[in-house]
């Protein structure tokens, strides 16, 4: 392990729906566009690129409201190393990595899914079989939403980290 970096087993664990609150965006669009390109991230979509995370939280809050910017804090301040679950149109569930800072995506492509706010993030080669997933990120999911939000449970970091050796080598 490197200086500084977050030990697996200790590290937090979010659902990222990556669906947008625009319904005229199909579902899956957003987490197929992120598994490919190897990001994470939340909708927002804004008229100006911001230069900066703050530039972002305040365009964010005036345009789609407070509740959104948080959520957009939120992620941005997850640390590198954080365990992200995402949900595939098929149901599928998946299991990346944080890997790098926020950046905001103004191309056409992450505009047509609503999936600007990006953060590099690794994904594992295929996704978890259902059985092995935890239990709290199978309750998560089941509950619905759009949200970013982190998976509170006492065994969740540690079978997480687990998973991740086993489908991305470590």
């Known amino acids: ?32 566009r992120a598994l490919t390109l190897g990001v994470c991230g939340v ?5 100006r690129v ?25 992620f941005a301040a997850a640390p590198d190393g954080a365990f992200v679950w995402t949900r595939d149109a098929e149901g599928l569930l998946w299991l990346g990595r944080l890997a790098g800072a926020w950046r905001y995506d103004p191309s056409a492509a992450a505009q047509a899914v609503d999936l600007v706010h990006v953060r590099p993030c690794a994904w594992g080669e295929a996704p978890i079989d259902a059985s092995e997933v935890p239990a709290a990120v199978r309750a998560t999911f089941a509950r619905g939403g759009r949200n970013w939000q982190r998976v509170h449970d006492s065994e969740v970091s540690t079978r997480s980290a687990a998973l991740w050796k086993e489908c991305a080598g470590g």
């Open 43 to 47: 909708g927002g979509r804004l008229e």
């Open 50 to 74: 911001p230069s900066s995370i703050r530039e972002a939280l305040a365009a964010v809050d005036a345009r789609h409201g407070e509740r959104l910017a948080r959520r957009l804090e939120r």
């Open 1 to 32: 392990m490197v200086r500084g970096e977050l030990a697996a087993e200790d590290a937090p664990v979010f659902r990222a729906p990556m669906r947008s609150r625009d319904d005229g965006v199909a579902a899956g669009a957003a987490v197929e």
